[in-house]
């Protein structure tokens, strides 16, 4: 009970305190959108690109809102000290960090239905497989969401915090066939591509939405699990070496 009390404790004051501040707002919503507009501007080929696009539109929404909030709770926190108050909370450290990135998975997940309510108005999503977008979309949450974790408590400042988000970001943008396929990319590159949880993520939204996933779904489920998993373990490592004394 004194677990779970303090679970949704500390999820409510995140909310409360970070949600919806200018920060998380234009780099978890107006930027995808501004980027995936200039993409729409630049292709010429009118509402017909939308079922093209919407994919990537989603999975960076997701990427940009989850490690954007990150960045600031965590990072904000363990240099206000108020970090050292949550860890006499009664219970386990990785209770304490899942409380401290579900409002961000949360987030992400809202963030990527933004733009499916936009282009409903816009074009048919009567074929949209949504058993299987609704899982590759958390899982993306999550995955985007633990790395956001992992960049977040590699740093001392909020500012190094959203400079080493964009060291994963913005390639993550071109190398993980979020926009045009990933065998358009030069031969060395390639495996890049593959060693990025985003890419599995975007595969699946593809598939879902117009059926053009190059991996086989299940693969996609898996490695993105894994991805999690080790995204959690290695932050809560970090955290344990170089913040808990």
């Known amino acids: 009970m004194k677990a779970r009390i303090a679970f949704f404790s500390i999820l409510l004051k995140d909310m409360r305190a970070y949600y919806l501040k200018p920060p998380n707002i234009s780099w978890g919503l107006i930027f995808p959108l501004a980027w995936t507009g200039m993409f729409f501007v630049r ?3 009118g509402l017909d690109s939308i079922p093209a696009l919407l994919p990537g539109l989603m999975a960076v929404s997701v990427l940009f809102g989850t490690t954007s909030m990150l960045a600031v709770t965590v990072t904000f926190e363990k240099k206000g000290r108020s970090f050292e108050r949550l860890l006499l909370a009664p219970i386990s450290l990785e209770l304490l960090m899942l ?4 409002g961000a998975i949360v987030f992400g ?3 990527a239905f933004v733009p499916v309510v936009m282009a409903a108005f816009l074009t048919d999503l009567s074929g949209v497989n949504w058993g299987m977008l609704v899982p590759a979309i ?6 985007s969401t633990f790395l956001g974790l992992f960049i977040a408590v590699s740093v001392k400042e ?11 970001r913005f390639p993550m943008l071109f190398l993980c066939g979020l926009f045009f396929p990933i065998t358009l990319l030069p031969l060395w590159l390639q495996p890049v591509s593959y060693a990025l949880p985003l890419t599995y993520g975007a595969d699946l939204l593809h598939a ?4 053009a996933g190059t991996i086989p ?3 996609n489920f898996v490695v993105l699990g894994a991805f999690c998993v080790l995204l959690f373990v290695v932050s809560l490592h970090s955290i344990r070496r170089k913040w808990i004394l």
């Open 217 to 219: 779904a299940a693969l």
């Open 109 to 111: 997940v809202a963030n």
């Open 208 to 211: 879902s939405v117009r059926g």
């Open 138 to 143: 958390l899982l993306v949450a999550v995955s």
């Open 99 to 102: 409380a401290k990135t579900t």
């Open 158 to 168: 909020v500012f190094e915090a959203q400079t080493f988000s964009n060291f994963f």
């Open 43 to 45: 292709s010429g080929e």
